[in-house]
């Protein structure tokens, strides 16, 4: 853990640099809410709130920030290995109140003007690889039941 506790350390101390290809960082609209959550509209989230709690909460929805982002709601989740290390606080990075999950299924609410073939109220499923979605590998959806490529 000390490991990376120092390698956080120093991401904040230097930054992302300019090899991050998305905007970074953002885990809780709240903490920004002029920036990167919608005025006046709400969400419920899962948020962790420190290690080995976690808490349903009332946060700002976020909004579209790029022109690939795609803003679902969600309606069914899992938990995945992965949540366990952030549960039990191995992944020092988090913050209180930062959002949770990442094995979900949703309705497209909002999509970024560079999202041509998904529209509001198509149903998706995401798995839990992150990816760049322009690799053959990275960019399969399956939407209502159907395998799409693509970047959602």
């Not at 506790?5 to 930054?15: D, F, H, N, R, V």
């Not at 920036?35 to 509209?41: D, E, N, S």
């Not at 290995?81 to 992944?91: I, N, Q």
Request: hydrophobic share 40%; proline share 3%; with cysteine.
């Amino acid at each position: 853990m000390a490991l990376s506790q120092a390698a956080y350390k120093a991401e904040q101390a230097i930054g992302d640099g300019d090899n991050a290809v998305t905007i970074q960082n953002v885990t809780n609209p709240g903490l920004e809410r002029g920036k990167y959550g919608q005025p006046g509209t709400h969400m419920k989230a899962l948020a962790w709130m420190g290690k080995n709690k976690v808490e349903m909460i009332d946060c700002p929805k976020p909004k579209v920030l790029e022109d690939r982002d795609v803003i679902l709601k969600i309606t069914g989740s899992t938990v995945c290995g992965s949540d366990l290390h952030l549960l039990h606080g191995s992944v020092i990075e988090l913050q209180k109140g930062d959002i949770l999950g990442h094995e979900f299924c949703g309705i497209v609410d909002e999509v970024g003007s560079a999202i041509t073939k998904w529209k509001k109220g198509d149903r998706v499923v995401a798995s839990f690889q992150i990816a760049c979605g322009d690799a053959r590998a990275a960019s399969v959806v399956w939407l209502s039941g159907r395998e799409l490529t693509g970047t959602l």
